[in-house]
């Protein structure tokens, strides 16, 4: 294996999963821009078959929200990220760097002492730079409640529906938790590094007021519009499935951001492709491999 100096960025976010009925112990300005950014280093692995590749996975994303209060915000997002995928002793090479281009709005809403209401629409672009942006928009939409099951426990039902490139929208519940397990350790849906299939499920350990160490699951799938000329599949589809286990240790700057390192792994992996008739042209399993990553986020 070889590894890569992971690019790093400053970032700022409004949190959209988790801490969802811990009303922080500050107050945030009425308007409040935003800026994240964050760079995942995947090391370079084996495919079967032969030959081998890795990513590095970076992006930054700004935006601003109006918070009535904490439990009641609509924030407005746009951002830019890269898939730099290095393909080593292949005669064909599928795909080169992958532009991901996003616009997302968020809005969570507190009904009464309880109830929580949470919509997150979003669209998006993923494609293999040189190829048109417009082939490659798609649509999703998160929404739910979450209710407040006294102090310990918040629990809700959600669903998304995920657009996918020449695939039909994907439709699937999510269950919304967050549940204090103990006074420092908790169980949180969280979501993912930039852009993915759904959120996954985060064990949280707050070691003091200001850190924080976690252990996240998901499994993300990623699709996205390929020149495809070398693999015979002009204007084609990319596809990267994954299923990545990563741990986190993170330092807040109380109300203004955080920052948090990234070590993990990927324990499963698939890349494959298919033309623009929907034929597959490519396809190729990958053995699991180390990630280590950084992420930051500040608020004005």
């Known amino acids: 294996m070889k590894v890569k100096g992971c690019i790093a960025f400053v970032l700022l976010a409004v949190s959209v999963y988790s801490e969802t009925n811990r009303v922080p112990r500050f107050s945030f300005p009425r308007w409040g821009p935003s800026i994240k950014a964050g760079s995942v280093y995947d090391f370079e692995t084996d495919m079967d078959g032969g030959g081998s590749f890795d990513v590095n996975r970076y992006f930054i994303e700004a935006g601003i929200a109006r918070m009535w209060s904490f439990d009641r915000m609509i924030a407005v997002s746009a951002g ?46 993923y494609s293999e730079t040189g190829t048109s942006v417009g082939d490659a928009l798609t ?19 959600g669903f998304v529906a995920a657009g996918q ?9 999510v269950l919304l938790v967050n549940w204090n397990i ?15 299939a759904g959120p996954g499920l985060s064990l949280i350990y707050n070691l003091s007021d200001r850190w924080k160490a976690g252990l996240s699951g998901r499994y993300e799938k990623k699709r996205f ?9 002009p204007n084609g589809v990319g596809e990267d499935r994954s299923a990545p286990l990563t741990g986190s240790l993170t330092y807040f700057f ?13 324990l499963y992996g698939k890349l494959s492709a298919d033309d623009a008739d929907g034929n597959s042209v490519y396809e190729r399993y990958y053995d ?11 608020r004005f």
Do not use: C, H, K, M
């Open 254 to 266: 109380y109300p203004a951001g955080y920052v948090s390192g990234i070590i993990g792994y990927n």
């Open 80 to 125: 830019f990220g890269q898939d730099d995928y290095q393909f080593n002793n292949l005669g064909t090479q599928p795909w080169n760097n992958i532009d991901a281009y996003r616009l997302g709005l968020f809005a969570r809403w507190r009904l009464d002492e309880n109830w929580v209401l949470f919509a997150g629409p979003s669209v998006r672009s």
């Open 139 to 157: 649509g999703s939409f998160f929404g739910g409640a979450s209710y407040r099951f006294g102090d310990r426990l918040t629990l809700g039902p």
């Open 165 to 173: 490139i020449e695939e039909r929208t994907q439709y699937f519940p």
């Open 225 to 233: 519009r390929i020149n495809g000329e070398e693999i015979r599949a």
């Open 288 to 298: 699991p491999t180390p990630i280590v990553g950084f992420i930051a986020s500040f």
């Open 182 to 196: 103990t006074e420092r350790l908790s169980l949180e849906t969280g979501g993912g590094f930039a852009a993915t």
